[in-house]
């Protein structure tokens, strides 16, 4: 990434401007801005999320605000209630109050002196939702956003349910983290002598979200509440959205920009859960160029061509061989006038005995795969592309499912949009899952996932309302794969594989159940007339770097283990974050992660889930430290977590709490 240096604005900082709420709650804010902005007001630029400005998202912000603020703008880095020195107390994800909360801080900065009534609001994951969310309530000075890694529907695309199944990898690890995260004390050097008061009423109301979360299994009105696409003409503001094809929020993008009324503009990167200027697998775009393309238009009324772009543009992947680690993935950006878009066409493909086949066939496969089908996959949002998180080699998965293939490809297939499976299908139990993937297959027999797709079959007909499955009675399924963009070459063969099961992403099902499929298709967007590169973006560039001192470097490590004895099977991550002191004011912050994720292939029932965190914070004779655990198991009729929170002041216990809670299985 190139570092710019020389800005066309001097910029000032205040690293704690009050943001008052209407009903007295003081909310922190780091805020840059134009050294002459009083006298000059200029628009603003809003991000708002639970990470913490002081030392969460110090060095992103460092790169990215000060190059906006440097630009011409005010940038608002503001912490939610209850999170770094805002006051309050955080209660779940994208409450009422939150959201109301962002809007009354987008009026109140409106009507500051150095600010010209013109707002903006931008994010990434947590920021990407609640922009999308806070621009459903049509704050009149908001006038445009930019998304990142974001969803539009809170139960199916979010780290909870996907297809009506729980995802395991990230719901407790999710939960994990905010219950770790509550537990942070605001900096003494902000907020003075309030910090302990501040800390203990946060430690002594942190929830474990990932009860609340059980406790909706199914699309009710909780996971109903924020999501975009109950209503998508709620959103006026013009949207431009970013997502990644090594991320799982890459559904969203084309989801945006196919219903949204307002004017939206959709970029698709190979990117793992990061901003595109400094995310993995390379290539990397210039992202802040890109939004200041978009904030300049919006909310300054210059001219700079962004209405005339492509609606879609998307990073058209290559065939590649599988790798856990990927720090560049060749391909194309393809640039697409309307989406959806007349250069695709649906090829259709039926499942017969010996494979993919172009005619319709009657076909009885019975498909039980063990319950740890599955470890190919990486984790469900990959971090960085420079350590083991993405998927790997499937043919340890393949072999525990039911696999139709193509014959070798003659020509290429440039595959663009949401693949399509149809099946007719029979089950032997009550409850049970399907797992579909999509995967190129080289000649030597690696396999490689393009995409997949997942389904709760009691949740066959409806998310609000799953029905039990009559064992043995026949039934149609159809599952949208997710999102895609890829060229399969010739001599590859493509596979459809469908399996029963899919450890450690999802939560297995009551018992072992065995699918019978009868009948099947699948249905390839195919996109046509693809040359090289449709479109070219600026080289990445930031301001310079956070400044700062590194204590202890991170490290990443995650293993496998099997215990021939007992059969167990067990997937082990160490993510130490490191420890690093902020240069300019001292603070020293780090935070180490360990999860244990088991399971016995023979037995659903011995799935585990375990997540532990610890987070430090000190300067000088200050030494907090908190250490969080969860933990998540089931049985047949009930899943149960425990949880404990304990927090230590210059060595000694301060503080200590446990949860322990019991939740009914609903239809899974």
């Known amino acids: 990434m190139h570092i710019v240096t020389q800005f066309p604005k001097r910029i000032t900082e205040n690293p704690d401007l009050g943001v008052p709420m209407p009903d007295g709650c003081r909310l922190s804010a780091r805020v840059w801005m134009p050294e002459d902005a009083a006298a000059k007001p200029v628009p603003a630029i809003l991000e708002y999320i639970p990470y913490r400005k002081r030392d969460g998202t110090v060095e992103r912000d460092a790169i990215m605000h000060r190059y906006f603020a440097a630009h011409g703008y005010a940038v608002v880095r503001l912490d939610l209630r209850g999170s770094g020195e805002s006051r309050g107390i955080l209660h779940d994800e994208y409450t009422e109050t939150e ?324 099946l007719r299908l029979k089950a032997d139990r009550p409850a049970a899952q399907i797992a579909i993937r999509l995967c190129e297959v080289h000649p030597d027999g690696a396999s490689n996932r393009l995409s997949y797709g997942v389904l709760n079959l009691c949740h066959r007909n409806s998310h609000e309302v799953p029905e039990a499955i009559e064992p043995g009675e026949e039934f149609v399924i159809t599952v949208r794969l997710d999102q895609m963009a890829a060229r399969v070459e010739p001599g590859m063969r493509l596979r459809l594989a469908v399996s029963s099961a899919y450890w450690p992403f999802l939560w297995p099902s009551p018992e072992c159940a065995t699918l019978t499929l009868l009948e099947g298709q699948v249905d390839l967007p195919l996109c046509a007339d693809v040359a090289g590169d449709e479109w070219q973006f600026d080289e990445a560039e930031g301001a310079e770097p956070w400044a700062h001192r590194n204590l202890r470097p991170a490290f990443y490590e995650r293993t496998r283990t099997h215990d021939l004895g007992t059969g167990e099977i067990t997937l082990h991550t160490i993510n130490d974050e490191g420890l690093n002191e902020d240069a300019e004011h001292g603070l020293i912050s780090g935070a180490q992660i360990r999860e244990t994720l088991a399971i016995h292939p023979d037995d659903p029932l011995s799935a585990t889930a375990e997540v532990k965190w610890t987070q430090e914070l000190r300067r000088g004779h200050w030494d907090i430290r908190t250490e969080t655990a969860a933990r998540m198991w089931s049985d047949a009729d009930n899943f149960y977590l425990s949880a404990r929170i304990e927090a230590f002041e210059g060595g000694e216990k301060v503080f200590a709490t446990d949860f322990e809670e019991q939740v009914p299985r609903d239809h899974g």
């Open 99 to 422: 959201l109301q909360d962002g809007a009354d801080a987008i009026a109140w900065i409106a009507a500051q002196n150095w600010c010209d009534g013109n707002v903006g609001m931008m994010g990434k994951s947590w920021g990407g939702f609640n922009c999308l969310q806070v621009a459903m309530r049509r704050p009149p000075a908001l006038k445009a956003i930019i998304s990142v890694c974001s969803t539009v529907d809170r139960y199916a695309d979010d780290i909870h349910y996907k297809g009506g199944c729980l995802l395991n990898d990230n719901f407790l690890w999710g939960a994990g983290q905010m219950l770790s995260y509550s537990s942070r004390p605001p900096d003494p050097g902000l907020v003075g002598d309030e910090w302990r008061a501040m800390w203990l009423e946060r430690l002594d109301t942190a929830p474990l979200l990932a009860a609340r979360w059980l406790r909706h299994q199914r699309r009710d009105d909780y996971w109903k509440h924020g999501s975009v696409c109950d209503d998508w003409g709620a959103i006026q503001a013009a949207v431009l959205s970013f997502g990644g094809w090594a991320d799982n929020y890459m559904n969203t993008v084309a989801h945006l920009v196919e219903n949204l009324d307002a004017p939206v503009k959709g970029i698709v990167g190979p990117w793992v859960h990061q901003y595109p200027h400094t995310a993995d697998p390379a290539p990397q775009i210039g992202f802040l160029q890109e939004a200041l393309r978009w904030w300049d238009y919006w909310l300054k009324g210059v001219e700079t061509g962004v209405r005339g772009d492509p609606a879609y543009r998307v990073w058209q992947q290559d065939s590649t061989r599988p790798a856990r680690m990927r720090e560049y993935r060749p391909g194309r950006w393809l640039a697409m006038a309307d989406w959806p878009t007349a250069r695709t066409g649906m090829r259709r493909w039926h499942l017969g005995q010996g494979g993919l086949k172009s005619d319709p066939e009657a076909i009885e496969i019975q498909v039980n795969s063990p319950v740890d089908c599955g470890f190919g996959t990486g984790l469900y949002f990959p971090m960085s592309g420079k350590v083991p998180q993405m998927s790997g080699d499937q043919r340890d998965d393949d072999a525990r499912s039911a696999c139709f293939d193509t014959v070798p490809l003659g020509e290429p297939l440039d595959i663009v949009g949401a693949p399509q499976v149809c």
